[in-house]
């Protein structure tokens, strides 16, 4: 019973308000006795309520649909005429005890139910309408939504694997090369797994954790190239004091690594450069490549899964709010990320 007042509160307070009110006007208006008001309020409910709810609760969901509107349409006429019949012959033996002067015909009565009961229904149905729209717009927002947090979720995890693979080959070729310094990049590496696993458990991070984070992933590449590699590296003191998406950056400066060129008679170059300014924050990065970047195949920076997954973490999460650049020209592969984080 609890239930059921909780889900219909609103029909039960409408319904409610509509015997004060009409049964008020029938006394106040035609000086109707107070049993007689009564009764014919009572009649008018049984009618309206019944056209209403077998509407929008029966021919609504069954018949209100393009291959069968005019069945529809037929369904409500007959159930406005039944229920205005309904009514005029429940009113009818009021009707005496209303002053002669306020005397109408039965079947002028008739009719003056039946234009209420057309403006009821008609009210009914588009407040039916109205409603079931809202609540599809809702629905479909929190499909979305929830879609939305998925597939960022899944994104996500699809970086974890191609970072653990760069990341334990680096360290395995140092175990070749120097073991205490090994030692050393497995515990910076530890730091950053620890960062995957717990910071990046939430929607935004402050940017200095995912400059932490981008700094140790540089070290450890550098140390994996050693001089084979010159790495510029800036990031300017005004970055900080905002948040971004964790793991946006990282598969940006990933590419960099793994597409640099490979050359034995000429430098290979990853510069990396970090800015904020006026609510904007830029990320360039740019790498010398051993043929243009403009043939894409396989190996192409362009091609790459993170790259891609970038692309789709902006869309989702800074719609309208960045600019992502890619100039693959003059033998060097250049990615200019710029973002309206503020």
Request: hydrophobic share 45%; charged share 20%.
């Amino acid at each position: 019973m609890a239930f059921f007042l909780f889900r219909y509160r609103w029909h039960i307070l409408f319904w409610v308000l509509y015997f004060i009110g009409w049964t008020w006007f029938s006394v106040s208006s035609y000086r109707t006795p107070v049993w007689n008001a009564l009764g014919i309020t009572l009649a008018y409910f049984l009618g309206q309520a019944s056209m209403i709810y077998l509407t929008i609760y029966r021919w609504m969901p069954r018949l209100l649909k393009p291959r069968r509107i005019g069945l529809f349409f037929l369904a409500v006429t007959i159930t406005m005429l039944c229920c205005a019949a309904f009514t005029t012959l429940c009113v009818s033996p009021y009707v005496k005890a209303i002053p002669s002067n306020y005397s109408i015909s039965i079947a002028t009565f008739f009719w003056y139910v039946l234009s209420g009961n057309v403006y009821w229904e008609f009210v009914a149905i588009g407040l039916k309408i109205l409603r079931d729209k809202l609540r599809n717009d809702h629905r479909n927002q929190r499909l979305e939504k929830e879609h939305i947090e998925n597939e960022l979720r899944f994104l996500k995890s699809q970086m974890n694997p191609h970072f653990l693979f760069n990341a334990i080959n680096s360290i395995y070729v140092l175990i070749r090369k120097d073991p205490a310094l090994a030692e050393h990049t497995l515990a910076r590496f530890s730091d950053m797994l620890r960062y995957q696993l717990y910071d990046c458990a939430t929607d935004f991070i402050p940017i200095e954790k995912e400059i932490t984070y981008l700094e140790n992933y540089i070290r450890l590449e550098q140390l994996r190239k050693g001089t084979m590699l010159i790495l510029d590296y800036e990031a300017q003191e005004t970055v900080r004091d905002f948040s971004i998406a964790p793991l946006l950056l990282i598969p940006l400066v990933e590419n960099a690594f793994k597409f640099v060129s490979s050359y034995t008679h000429r430098e290979n170059r990853v510069c990396v450069r970090l800015r904020f300014d006026h609510s904007q924050f830029q990320l360039e990065i740019t790498n010398t490549v051993d043929e243009p970047a403009s043939a894409k195949g396989p190996g192409s920076p362009a091609g790459g899964v993170g790259l891609e997954n970038v692309r789709r973490r902006l869309e989702l999460l800074y719609p309208g709010r960045h600019v992502l650049e890619i100039d693959p020209g003059g033998g060097h592969y250049t990615v200019s990320l710029k973002l309206q984080v503020a």
